[in-house]
T-cell receptor, first 115, second 113 residues
Framework: EAGVAQSPRYKIIEKRQSVAFWCNPI?????LYWYQQILGQGPKLLIQFQNNGVVDDSQLPKDRFSAERLKGVDSTLKIQPAKLEDSAVYLCASSLNRARDTEAFFGQGTRLTVV | GESVGLHLPTLSVQEGDNSIINCAYS??????FIWYKQESGKGPQFIIDIRSNMDKRQGQRVTVLLNKTVKHLSLQIAATQPGDSAVYFC????????????FGTGTKLQVIP
């Protein structure tokens, strides 16, 4: 079974530029998560989708971050404009069904460096 | 590669010994607790979880203990192997559907051959 796919693997941008990350979850997984992991810290949930609907985006900085999952499968996370403090690894995870008590599987992440 | 474990507390264990990784959680309303293992350059990997109505759960070579009185969680790894070297995170959530999972700071486990 293929895992959660993320691209790009690494990205370096200048502050105030825009960037987008892509995630393809495990086939059939209804729930998709985006996490931000700053170096030396645990991941922080940014947004959670159930199919193509948002379940929780309370920790998403909505003035600069946006995410979508239009067809309930792939998802993109965008930052516009980026700040230096956005430098982190952005992790995508998916799980089979939120109500069915299943574990989340993580991708390898996209390492973003803002200079 | 990048170091997930930079500036994290480190536990050094001799290969073959047992490891105990501790975690203090913050929300007394949390209902599920999860341990994740994260190797350098990879995403977290689920190890084991436990519901708040239990105080112990065992898996393969791992045991999780939960003490709700003092909001403390521990992960015990039996016969630690070099492949166990990683950063370990505890996480808490209000429901087993993993809604709004809050991760702890993490502990770096270093296995000495």
């Amino acid at each position: 079974e293929a895992g959660v796919a993320q691209s790009p693997r690494y990205k370096i941008i200048e502050k105030r530029q825009s960037v987008a990350f892509w995630c393809n979850p495990i086939s059939g997984h209804a729930t998709l998560y985006w996490y931000q992991q700053i170096l030396g810290q645990g991941p922080k949930l940014l947004i959670q989708f159930q199919n193509n609907g948002v379940v929780d985006d309370s920790q998403l900085p909505k003035d600069r971050f946006s995410a979508e999952r239009l067809k309930g499968v792939d998802s993109t996370l965008k930052i516009q404009p980026a700040k230096l403090e956005d430098s982190a690894v952005y992790l995508c995870a998916s799980s089979l069904n939120r109500a069915r008590d299943t574990e989340a599987f993580f991708g390898q992440g996209t390492r973003l460096t803002v200079v | 590669g990048e170091s997930v474990g930079l500036h994290l507390p480190t536990l050094s264990v001799q290969e073959g010994d047992n490891s105990i990784i501790n975690c203090a959680y913050s929300n007394s309303a949390s209902d599920y607790f999860i341990w994740y293992k994260q190797e350098s350059g990879k995403g977290p990997q689920f190890i084991i979880d436990i519901r708040s109505n239990m105080d112990k759960r065992q898996g393969q070579r791992v045991t999780v203990l939960l003490n709700k009185t003092v909001k403390h969680l521990s992960l015990q790894i039996a016969a630690t192997q070099p492949g166990d070297s990683a950063v370990y995170f505890c996480a808490e959530t209000l429901s087993r559907g993993y809604q709004k999972v809050t991760f702890g700071t993490g502990t770096k486990l270093q296995v000495i051959p």
